[in-house]
């Protein structure tokens, strides 16, 4: 199972803009998509389990994708991720 492992670094930490970018991308992608923050997991396609992860400033988080598009849904919140969640929006 492919995965990605990010650094929140927004002082907001995972917040609403952001995890509402992050479902939305995700639900683009047939794979089921989870993301892991310490002993909790969210799945990517629900904003609510996002906010519910807790992941502050500094927070690694991992992506983990499974199904046919895995490989491309990573590739697609990866960049997502650069753009957005690592650079603080």
Do not use: C, Y
């Not at 929140?8 to 639900?27: K, P, Q, S």
């Not at 904003?47 to 491309?72: F, K, M, P, Y």
């Amino acid at each position: 199972m492919p995965q990605i492992t990010l650094t929140i670094l927004n002082r907001a930490g995972l917040h609403a803009r952001a995890a509402a970018w992050l479902a939305r991308t995700a639900r683009q992608f047939r794979s089921d998509i989870t993301v892991l923050h310490g002993e909790r997991q969210a799945s990517a396609k629900s904003i609510l389990s996002l906010l519910g992860l807790g992941a502050g400033q500094g927070a690694l988080i991992t992506l983990r994708a499974e199904g046919e598009d895995a490989d491309r849904a990573l590739q697609a919140l990866g960049r997502l991720a650069s753009h957005d969640l690592e650079a603080g929006v």
